[in-house]
Structures are given as structure tokens and as C-alpha cells.
């Protein structure tokens, strides 16, 4: 059985979310920063040019990582958005004053899931609970 069969897509809680993450990110020590983690999962954002100015292009995430963490993360984030009354104060809060764009609602919650991801690296690393504060310091 591979490690992402521990992942739990249909957990409703966000913070059990953290138990069978740390089965695909295993030692959180072993990344140097946040950017290393959102790169396994593919949430580093990346832009292809092709001879195009840098300010016509718009950055999307690789989706060169773990495709399974990557969706369970966004899952998470998905129901910690609509359920979660701190999140959805947050999500709610992003979106402000842009609830006409196209597609605004999915890169949100992508932001969100990868916002989510460092979090619970980071709670990994110091050993700690989850505070909601820690939505509002960032």
C-alpha cells in the first residue's frame, strides 16, 4: 500500500487533515522552506513565456508534484472554505471586491489549499496546535 493511500479525502475536519499528511511529507525538517513544500505539491506558481512579455503572462501552478497530495490539500480547502467558520471569514475576505472575476472563487481556494499545505508543515515542525490566529497574521 503507497503512502497517499493514507491520504483521507473525505475528512471534514481540517486539522485531522494533518495526521495523514505527514505520511507523504513524512520528516518536516527534511525542507529547508515553505516554497520546497509547495513545490512537492505543485503549487509553485510557474509561467510559460514563449516570447511573450512578463507582463501578459499570468502564473498558474506546475502541477509538476504529487497530484494526489495536491488534491486532497485542495479538498481540504474546499470544505475548510464552506464549513470552517474561520476560514470561510478568510476566504470570504480574499475574495472581497473581486466576486465578478472569472474563476476568482478556484485560484482563491488553490491560495487557500497551499496557505493550508505551509501551515501545516509549519505546525508539524514546532509541534504546535492550530491557532486561527494564524490566518490573520498573513
Sequence with gaps: MSKLAWLNFHDRKWLNFKRPLTAVIGDAWRFGSAKQVLKMAGFDLNAARSGKKSKEMVPVISKKGNAALRYCVYQAAFIASTRNIDFVEY?????????????????????????????AWTLMKKKEEFNPDYLKNN
Excluded at 94 to 119: D, F, H, S, Y
Design 91 to 119: 476566504y470570504t475576505n480574499t475574495l472581497r471586491g473581486r466576486e465578478r472575476e472569472q474563476g476568482i472563487k478556484t485560484k482563491m481556494r488553490v491560495k487557500l489549499a497551499a496557505k493550508m499545505l505551509v501551515m
